[in-house]
Structure formats: structure tokens, C-alpha cells
């Protein structure tokens, strides 16, 4: 079973919303991700988090941002969605010891910009 | 540029078949990890190997990796109409620990 959670698993909202995807671990990860995914493609790291109060820009240049106020919430927010938002957004967390660790999945949101 | 790539991009077998998927990478790793997903959910992790391993199993799985080639390989073995998933492979470094993701296998397993 899943210790990290997304909500809302899907959202459709107008162009121009302000939208904050929430993800939240119980895990006490240090380490937290988003990955933007399109349908059956791969996924591609946009935003990472050490631990509070540190947040990296991915791979993947993305207009969204993230905030780390508390080790086990990293939300993600986009101030004026737009339809080339719409994709699937999968949150991960993995313990701070070592590099070689996995990483837990939350189930994702599934976000439509109309 | 994605760091892995796997190859087939779709594979369609029986159940009691062996399923094998393979994976590509560019740059220099220290782990290689596989992932399944399940649709509509997140990824769930499967196997790691270590750069330094060659082969490993896990139930019926079975991961080899070799760096000189930059290649991986997952056997599912006696597969199950439940292993119907895609499955993506990630290299891994030490440190943060990025993992860059291929863009995955889509494996059918008819009953």
C-alpha cells in the first residue's frame, strides 16, 4: 500500500486557475520528487527537494513551483494553468541515506487544462 | 534526453510465457532500478542492481546489467495476466540520487 498520497487524483479546470497539487508522504523521506508524464511515455523529473526548505529545478524546464515547509509535504503549484499543463503529475520520496535507494510512487494527478 | 531506452516498446504474450524487456542507457551509473506501472497508477519498484552486480533475482524476476554494453534485462518468468503493467527502467547515481527514466515497455499478458 501507498505511505505517499496525491490529491486530487484528477482535475479538470478552465485555463487561467491557479492549481496546487498536493502530495504527502509518511515515510519521513527527505528526499522528495515531481516527474511530469505524458500517456505511455517516460517520465521526466521537473522539480526535487533535499529536504525543508530545499527545492531544485529537474530536468525538465516546467512553469510550476514547489514549496518543502514541512518534511513530509511538497505541493506543487501552478499560478495560471494553461492547456499545455494538462499531463499526469506522479509524486516520489526516497530516505536520505546512501544513493542507492528506490523511490515510492504516489498514484498521481491527472490534470486537464481546458 | 531520456537515459534509458527500452526495447520493445510493446510486448503481447501468453500466460506461462517468459516475458523479457531490455533497457539502453547513455551516461555513466551507479545503480540501475526497474519500475512497474500499473494504468492510471504510480510506479512501483521492483528490482535495483548495483553497478558492480551482474545478475539478480528477486521471486520471478531476474535483472542482469552490463555496463561495458550500457544494457539491462528483466526476465519475468511464468508470467500472469496480473503482470499486464508497463515497465520502465531508471539509472541512478550516488549522491541526490536523479533517477532518469526510459520510456517503457508495455507488456500484455492474455490469460
Known amino acids: 500500500e501507498a505511505d505517499i498520497y496525491q490529491t486530487p487524483r484528477y482535475l479538470v479546470i478552465g485555463t487561467g486557475k491557479k492549481i496546487t497539487l498536493e502530495c504527502s508522504q509518511t515515510?519521513?523521506?527527505?528526499?522528495m520528487y515531481w516527474y511530469q508524464q505524458d500517456p505511455g511515455m517516460e517520465l521526466h523529473l521537473i522539480h526535487y527537494?533535499?529536504?525543508?526548505?530545499?527545492?531544485e529545478k529537474g530536468d525538465l524546464s516546467s512553469e510550476s513551483t514547489v514549496s518543502r515547509i514541512r518534511t513530509e509535504h511538497f505541493p506543487l503549484t501552478l499560478e495560471s494553468a494553461r492547456p499545455s499543463h494538462t499531463s499526469q503529475y506522479l509524486c516520489?520520496?526516497?530516505?536520505?541515506?546512501?544513493?542507492?535507494?528506490?523511490?515510492?510512487f504516489g498514484d498521481g494527478t491527472r490534470l486537464s487544462i481546458l | 534526453s531520456q537515459q534509458g531506452e527500452e526495447d520493445p516498446q510493446a510486448l503481447s504474450i501468453q500466460e506461462g510465457e517468459n516475458a523479457t524487456m531490455n533497457c539502453s542507457y547513455k551516461t555513466s551509473i551507479n545503480n540501475l532500478q526497474w519500475y512497474r506501472q500499473n494504468s492510471g497508477r504510480g510506479l512501483v519498484h521492483l528490482i535495483l542492481?548495483?553497478?558492480?552486480?551482474r545478475e539478480k533475482h528477486s521471486g520471478r524476476l531476474r535483472v542482469t546489467l552490463d555496463t561495458s554494453k550500457k544494457s539491462s534485462s528483466l526476465l519475468i518468468t511464468a508470467s500472469r495476466a496480473a503482470d499486464t503493467a508497463s515497465y520502465f527502467c531508471a539509472g541512478g547515481n550516488t549522491g541526490f540520487q536523479k533517477l532518469v527514466f526510459g520510456t517503457g515497455t508495455r507488456l500484455l499478458v492474455s490469460p
Open positions: 542492481i548495483r553497478s558492480n552486480e
Open positions: 527537494s533535499y529536504g525543508v526548505n530545499s527545492t
Open positions: 516520489a520520496s526516497s530516505p536520505r541515506s546512501g544513493g542507492n535507494q528506490p523511490q515510492h
Open positions: 515515510m519521513g523521506h527527505d528526499k
